[in-house]
């Protein structure tokens, strides 16, 4: 839920509300959710709560549980300590990955 919000926020702020919401309808039509016992999740908030800003901390959990390759962001400070903490991943500006997968 905490995602979902996140990600309408910011669609509604760069497209407008109609964007924001085909969006999410393409997000949920197109991706599996992956279900996180909450007792997994909470301890991996633990685990990272002080390393990652708190702002982002929804954000990095669902991207290490959710085994990825990439983060993409443009939030500078969340790629910097998503960086640090963790080898499992990417964490790069949307720049930076397209350049990385040459588009």
């Known amino acids: 839920k ?14 407008g509300k ?3 919401s085909r ?6 039509s197109e991706i599996k959710p992956i ?12 685990i990272y709560e002080d390393k990652i ?3 982002d901390l929804a954000i990095f959990t669902a991207a290490l549980v959710a085994d990825v390759d990439y983060l993409i962001s443009e939030n500078r400070e ?3 300590k998503s960086a640090e903490v963790q080898d499992i991943f990417d964490c790069l500006t949307s720049e ?4 990385k997968i040459n588009l």
């Open 18 to 20: 109609d964007f924001a």
């Open 96 to 99: 930076e990955f397209i350049d």
């Open 78 to 80: 969340l790629l910097k």
């Open 35 to 46: 279900f996180i016992p909450q007792t997994y999740y909470k301890t991996l908030m633990r």
């Open 53 to 55: 800003p708190r702002k």
């Open 2 to 15: 905490e995602i979902q919000e996140q990600i309408l926020r910011v669609a509604k702020r760069v497209g």
């Open 23 to 28: 969006l999410v309808a393409l997000i949920w």
